[in-house]
């Protein structure tokens, strides 16, 4: 009886060992394809290259013309209030999109290389401008006269003209979002379209109405 009992627990052993050794090499083989997140990372194509480019070199003006009214004294309190949360939303995106870019193997835009943008709002660059400030075809860019005009502004006016700026600034955000909703490809990418209208557009209003109120 001994020597029985002793076969039966070897043999369960044993049957033991060969089921995790199963589960093992089972789970191995589940680990060899490609995660859902680098599929969609992958999932892309030229509309969203094209739209997070743009869209980084737009959401870094938008920080730049915050930064000139933060540096400024005098300066209507909502309004700086309104700058800070500018930063605050899109200096992430900003990050995202160039991971976006890196992931798909594509560089970010420069001030340098925009000229390259014409015909992103779906112009074809004949509207009188020469592009020479880099931003020619681009959805709501601000000028570099009217960078170097937020910048020479007190605070009173400063409040005003970042507002007048910012509206049309947001409306090109808006309006590009919009175009790649419909050409785009990227999941996440389509998703932050989907925010950009949603938030630029509530901002626009609330600051159409600051405007009013100064």
């Not at 997140?37 to 920080?63: E, K, L, R």
């Not at 000139?68 to 949360?85: M, R």
């Not at 910048?151 to 049309?168: N, R």
């Amino acid at each position: 009886m001994r020597t029985f009992r002793f076969i039966t627990t070897a043999a369960t052993a044993a049957a033991a060992a060969l089921i995790v050794t199963g589960c093992s090499a089972s789970d191995d083989s589940r680990d060899t394809g490609p995660s859902a997140s680098s599929q969609t990372a992958a999932d892309f194509n030229q509309a969203d290259v094209t739209y997070a480019q743009g869209m980084t070199m737009h959401h870094q003006q938008a920080v730049e013309m915050s930064d000139l009214v933060l540096d400024k004294s005098g300066v209507d309190p909502d309004v700086t209030k309104l700058a800070k949360e500018i930063k605050k939303a899109q200096g992430p995106e900003i990050t995202t999109m160039q991971g976006w870019l890196e992931d798909w193997g594509q560089g970010s835009m420069d001030h340098e290389s925009m000229g390259g943008m014409d015909g992103m709002d779906g112009t074809d660059g004949t509207d009188g401008t020469d592009g020479t400030d880099g931003t020619d075809g681009m959805d709501g860019m601000v000028s570099a006269e009217d960078i170097t005009a937020l910048k020479q502004a007190d605070g009173p006016a400063a409040s005003t003209l970042f507002l007048t700026q910012m509206i049309e600034h947001h409306e090109g955000a808006v309006a590009m979002a919009q175009q790649h909703r419909k050409d785009g490809k990227n999941p996440e990418a389509l998703k932050l379209s989907s925010t950009v209208i949603t938030d630029q557009k509530a901002e626009i209003t609330k600051m159409r109405t600051m405007r009013s109120g100064l």
